[in-house]
Each structure stands twice: as structure tokens, then as C-alpha cells.
């Protein structure tokens, strides 16, 4: 007798990026950037269909879910990449190492010195489980 193993794979429900509410326009901008590539990286299935215009001409597709850009101050930053290693949610941090140097060797060498409640995080993706993400952002406003 055979045992067939179900693998689920779930969709996460909702994805946020929480910046640093003292981050000017730029960099802000700048790290959204670099924190949504990597969140498409990791999670290709949030990804929609493409996009198709009046001439049949094709787009790639966007995330059908959104996702809002809202701000919180540094610690805050810190206890939301705590209480989502606690929770299993992914989540994706930017250091402030980041935008320090534009040598991704250095950057990575900065982080390897730094115990995670060191890092001084300029942004953070949650994604996962739309109530949890949700719960865990409620007190976080709107960027900008």
C-alpha cells in the first residue's frame, strides 16, 4: 500500500511594507523598490495575470492584493520583524546598511557583525495571513 503525500501550497493573503517614518521621499522610495523586488522574488505566485491593452499588447502583471506602503518608527520596525519570526510570517528587512554603500559584499559583511535586534531597519515587508498581517499593522499609518 502506497501513502500519497498532499503537499498545500498557500497563497499568502496580504503583503505590506511598514518604512521608517523618518525616511525622505527618495530613500523611502528607494526602499519600497528594493523591498517589493524582493517579496516578487520570493513569492512569484502574487504575481497576476498580465495585462493585456486595446491592441493585444502584453504587460507583465502587478499584485492583485496591493500592497500598502505605511510608516512606524525604528523600534516599531524592530518588534514587527520579531513578532514575525514568532508568527512564521515571511517578512523582508532593509537595513540602513543599505543605503550606506553601494557594494553589496559590504553591506552583506556589515549585517554578518549585527545580532538581529541590532539592525537598524529602514523598511520591512510582512507577508502572510491577511488577519495576522493586518493585527500586526494596525497601529502603523499610511506613508507619506
Do not use: W
Amino acid at each position: 500500500m502506497s501513502t500519497i503525500i498532499e503537499t498545500i501550497s498557500v497563497q499568502p493573503e496580504r503583503c505590506v511594507i511598514v518604512l521608517n517614518q523618518d525616511l525622505p521621499s527618495g530613500k523611502a522610495a528607494n526602499a519600497s523598490a528594493v523591498i517589493a523586488l524582493t517579496v516578487g522574488q520570493r513569492h512569484p505566485e502574487l504575481v497576476g495575470a498580465p495585462l493585456i491593452d486595446a491592441d493585444n499588447g502584453e504587460y507583465p502583471g502587478l499584485i492583485p492584493i496591493g500592497i500598502p506602503v505605511l510608516s512606524a518608527h525604528e523600534e516599531t520596525l524592530k518588534n514587527l520583524s520579531t513578532m514575525c519570526r514568532q508568527q512564521g510570517l515571511d517578512r523582508v528587512i532593509f537595513p540602513i546598511e543599505g543605503q550606506e554603500t553601494t557594494d553589496y559584499h559590504d553591506f552583506r559583511a556589515a549585517l554578518l557583525l549585527q545580532r538581529p535586534e541590532e539592525l537598524r531597519l529602514l523598511g520591512i515587508a510582512i507577508i502572510g495571513n491577511k488577519k495576522t498581517v493586518r493585527k500586526l499593522t494596525a497601529n502603523c499609518k499610511l506613508f507619506g
